[in-house]
């Protein structure tokens, strides 16, 4: 979503106008975000005030991506917590079993994901848990993620630092890992192939495209400009300026000149 649909608080280019195309063509897409900081009604409202309209089941975070895996593979273990509200709302949602007390007693998995509130308590009882045999999920793997000018720590620079103490290496569900993507086909009902990925980052989206063989677009209008792109070894089916470019594509117009493969 950031960097392909908007930019923080504000649309990027031709955004609302690949949205009300897919919408009313009836095309079926989820719109996907790494951060679990924010359920799909936040985001949903988020996208409204910028004249961009969906609906919550267009949207799949990595932190709902977890909580479908939790169910799917370890119902009924206890979670140790390391995240935020929206994060415990969709594992709940779940009826997963959740605590963020700092002893984390009787926890069978220690689940990371974003957490403004992280601290060096936090990570000793995830830490302790997790060589002590407590299973270690993390929602995704960015390191950083942009903050005006600048950036901030993002999940994977807090689950990094549990795995050094902890000597463990995490499950991360969050793209370009196979739990987002199994996710998302469920909630879709369609199969790989006919699929597209559409994304501005190469290390996520469009490498998530690669490793299971579906087709990718990469849109200059995030984090990867047209020389990061050329020197990459993770390469996209093609690779257009902006979502206009995209939707000249799909519709066959001859306009569509900035596009390559």
Do not use: W
């Amino acid at each position: 979503m950031d960097g392909t649909i908007y930019r923080g608080d504000s649309p990027i280019p031709y955004a609302r106008e690949f949205i009300e195309y897919l919408n009313e063509n009836d095309r079926k897409y989820l719109l996907l975000t790494n951060c679990p900081g924010n359920t799909p009604g936040l985001l949903v409202e988020k996208l409204s005030r910028m004249g961009i309209s969906v609906r919550e089941d267009n949207i799949l975070t990595s932190g709902q991506a977890t909580a479908s895996y939790l169910e799917k593979n370890y119902k009924g273990e206890r979670v140790y917590l390391v995240g935020g509200e929206a994060l415990e709302e969709e594992l709940r949602k779940k009826g997963i079993d959740v605590t963020r007390e700092l002893r984390g007693d009787g926890c069978d998995c220690v689940v990371v994901g974003y957490d403004k509130q992280f601290t060096y308590e936090k990570m000793t009882v995830a830490s302790q848990l997790i060589a002590g045999g407590a299973r270690f999920i993390c929602t995704n793997g960015d390191l950083t993620i942009p903050h005006g000018e600048t950036f901030v720590p993002h999940t994977g620079a807090i689950s990094l630092s549990i795995e050094a103490a902890s000597g463990v290496k995490p499950i991360v569900v969050g793209k370009p890992e196979k739990a987002m993507l199994d996710t998302a086909m469920e909630l879709l009902g369609c199969r790989r192939e006919d699929c597209c990925i559409i994304g501005d980052n190469l290390d996520t989206d469009i490498s998530m495209g690669t490793r299971f063989n579906i087709q990718s677009f990469l849109v200059l209008t995030g984090v990867t400009n047209r020389d990061m792109a050329g020197q990459s070894v993770i390469r996209p089916s093609m690779i257009f300026e902006n979502l206009l470019e995209v939707l000249r594509y799909e519709s066959g117009d001859p306009r569509c000149g900035k596009c390559m493969s």
